[in-house]
């Protein structure tokens, strides 16, 4: 082999994964948290964060219950209610901290973030996603963090789904890109606020997680 194709040999980041800009600033990992053992490892972990603090339709501040269901793990929590989205340090379901982070999930995040250049990532939060079908998340912006300069990573397990990612601009249509198990993407700088969504979940049995689709977001806060 030359140099030269070594050198391209060794950019891959391993077998059956890929790197790709979904949009400047967002890194798709594809399969990054797929290996069989990573998987199951990571699995267990968000249904032992599910077991202690359970997942929950919260409120919207316009008085609309959320399709998805949500819950947290590590020192924060995101929560919205009639008052407004925030985030809090207690579960206002059971007055107890959020469950730790898992050290498997902390661990891929950190890996995932120092992958494309963000070394120092260090979420206080993970928000956890859960979709049945037909539930969906409408286009917003991701702003209640204090440290905008630290980017956001996503891990998607059980069922794809249609992601939409759009710019800054509210009225600007957004692309669609697939979103499937072990997928992760790192969403820093010029993509940090723009607008984004998950179309309607379509039914279909996921292996692991049947008729649900789960997405962790791990954030800095504070
Ligand atoms: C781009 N979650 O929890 S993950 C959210 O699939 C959220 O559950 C979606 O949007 C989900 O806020 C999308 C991808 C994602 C998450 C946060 C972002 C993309 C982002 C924040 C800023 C920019
Ligand atoms: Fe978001």
Same mark, same amino acid.
């Given at each position: 082999?030359?140099?030269?194709?070594?050198?391209?040999?060794?950019? #891959?980041? $391993?077998?059956?994964?890929?790197?790709?800009?979904?949009?400047?600033? /967002?890194? =798709?990992?594809?399969?990054?948290?797929?290996?069989?053992?990573?998987?199951?490892? !990571?699995?267990?972990?968000?249904?032992?964060?599910?077991?202690?603090?359970?997942?929950?339709?919260?409120?919207?501040?316009?008085?609309?219950?959320?399709?998805?269901?949500?819950?947290?793990? *590590?020192?924060? @929590?995101? %929560?919205?209610?009639?008052? @407004?989205?925030?985030?809090?340090? =207690?579960?206002?379901?059971?007055?107890?901290?959020?469950?730790?982070?898992? /050290?498997?999930? =902390?661990?891929?995040?950190?890996?995932?973030?120092?992958?494309?250049?963000?070394?120092?990532?260090?979420?206080?939060?993970?928000?956890?996603?859960?979709?049945?079908?037909?539930?969906?998340?409408?286009?917003?912006?991701?702003?209640?963090? !204090?440290? #905008?300069?630290?980017?956001?990573?996503?891990?998607? #397990?059980?069922?794809? %789904?249609?992601? !939409?990612? $759009?710019?800054?601009?509210?009225?600007?249509?957004? *692309?669609?890109?697939?979103?499937?198990?072990?997928?992760?993407?790192?969403?820093?700088? /010029?993509?940090?606020?723009?607008?984004? *969504?998950?179309?309607?979940?379509?039914? $279909?049995?996921?292996?692991? #997680?049947?008729?649900?689709?789960?997405?962790?977001?791990?954030?800095?806060?504070?």
């Amino acid at each position: 082999m030359t140099g030269a194709t070594a050198d391209l040999f060794e950019a #891959l980041p $391993g077998p059956g994964l890929s790197q790709r800009l979904m949009a400047p600033d /967002a890194v =798709l990992l594809g399969g990054f948290a797929r290996g069989k053992d990573e998987g199951e490892a !990571l699995v267990c972990a968000v249904e032992a964060v599910i077991a202690s603090a359970p997942l929950r339709h919260l409120v919207t501040p316009g008085g609309y219950t959320m399709s998805v269901a949500m819950t947290n793990c *590590g020192a924060l @929590g995101w %929560v919205s209610d009639r008052a @407004g989205y925030r985030y809090e340090a =207690l579960d206002p379901l059971s007055g107890r901290p959020w469950p730790a982070m898992p /050290a498997c999930l =902390l661990e891929l995040a950190v890996r995932a973030a120092a992958q494309v250049g963000f070394a120092h990532f260090r979420p206080d939060a993970c928000l956890v996603n859960c979709y049945e079908p037909g539930a969906r998340l409408s286009l917003h912006q991701d702003k209640d963090e !204090l440290d #905008l300069s630290a980017p956001i990573v996503s891990v998607s #397990l059980g069922l794809p %789904v249609v992601f !939409l990612f $759009g710019t800054t601009l509210r009225s600007d249509r957004p *692309g669609r890109h697939w979103l499937a198990h072990g997928d992760v993407v790192v969403w820093g700088g /010029a993509a940090r606020l723009a607008y984004h *969504g998950v179309a309607p979940l379509a039914d $279909g049995h996921h292996a692991r #997680l049947g008729r649900r689709r789960i997405n962790l977001t791990f954030r800095t806060v504070r």
